[in-house]
């Protein structure tokens, strides 16, 4: 017989799919071939459609029409038990793990009822093991999931999609949430999975990584195929077919005039209540009209800095002072009213309410502020006002203003949190990765409008583990190393030199090491 690779309609096909969801055609009559030993990369705009496609055929949801086969024979998904049961595996963009279970645990669960059915406990934990050394995927079979960094968690998704013996996996957006280090390992999974065989659909916003991995590229423009990308296509061929226009990759920014001491840090120190110190007596200034930069290894204090200047983490030690006024024990209503804007790196969690729509999710923090209250009542028409606005401002690919925020893509929600963030007079806005899951056409428009926030005299604090973003915004950056600030340089320093101060390394000896090196 011939092997399977051989046969012409070897492989995944979907024919004509359309999703609709009420008046919005998410999928339109696409039609996506997925053939084995290919790392096939679904691109698109940040509502295109991409998750509701890969979701069809995981059998999440159900398409109004089309048809998907496998090896040339018709297949119903009906739920993701028959995807797994015809070996379709996903890594979804938000895990579907349950947290307070083992690794183990979580496997045996089979969350989505696969064909794993029962599963011992020791027979779940071997097979952890087998396929982590297997895939070099290190992972320890009993360490409690909500415990771990989302970069395990995800090694973990994988398992689990792979101890169903998967040929087929759809990998949505999984290095948006990713360390550099974390990308660069996934990526050598991939390609291993690959050379065995497997075929994946690759979703990623991250032009780089489509270079590197992609066989076969295809483009989503709102629900419709636009075509494959040529094989070798540059970032900014991908991008235009992507988003329909030439768009800058580069942030287009005049040096910046600062105007003095807004915000200054003295020696901050932030225990966890595990006692450990993750803030180390960090002190540093930010100006009016600039653009502070902070760069490290993502668990480096970072995010414990950001959340303690918007009120929502305790501080150890130390004072926080906004415009000479002191801030320190400030809650984040009084961060919020003392004109602090903040856009938080979880922003499922801590940027909106999924269930409110739209235009509430524009002035969540506001509800009680004019024009939006009058007296203890809302004033409606002035909440729809806003959204209409900010809904055309910031591009926001939604139904309608009164959409609830959970149905609308991923990058549509961060544009959610910035549009609402940067609508209001600030005096300090700290941003957490505020482009994570943002197309670049989004991207062009999000960097300009911060810088645009930086010009207007507010001082602002970008944090990302992107070293290319922090690289693109920031007049100064300061790096981080175990709570503590290796060094504050300028903008422009070399990115080989911030990768060894984010190591630890002072910003002499980096330096030095570099001239070394030439
Ligand atoms: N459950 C739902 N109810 C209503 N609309 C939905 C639902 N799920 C998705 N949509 C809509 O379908 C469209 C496509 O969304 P989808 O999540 O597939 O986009 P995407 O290409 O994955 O975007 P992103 O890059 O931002 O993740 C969007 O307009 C979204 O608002």
Redesign the pocket.
Known sequence: MTARVDAPDAGLKLRGITKR??P?V?NSDIDLDIAPGEIHCLL?E????????MNVLYGLLQPDEGEISIDGEPVRIANPRDAMARGIGMVHQHFMLVDPFTVAENLMLGREEGPLGVLSTARARQRVRELSDRYRLAVDPDAVVGELPVGVQQRVEIIKALANDADYLIFD?PTAVLTPQEIDELIAVMKDLRGEGKAIVFIT?KLREVREVADRTTVIRRGAVVGEAEPGASEAELAEMMVGRAISLTVDREPAQPTGVRLAVDNLTITAPSGVVVVDDVSLDVQGGEILGIAGVQGNGQSELAEALIGLVPITAGTLTLDDRDITRFDPKQAIRAGIGYVPEDRKHDGFVGSFSVAENLILNQFDERPYARGPALDGRAIAANAAQRIEEFDI???SAATPVQ??????QQKVVLARELSRPLSLLIASQPTR?V?VGAIEFLHKRIVAERDRGTAVVIISTELDEVLALSDRIAVMYRGRIVGIVPGGTPRDVLGLMMAGVPYEEATATRSDDA
């Open positions: 969801f009420g919005v998410a698109g940040n509502g295109a459609g991409k998750s509701t496609l957006e916003h690919r939604t139904g149905t609308l893509s991923g990058g549509n899951g197309d």
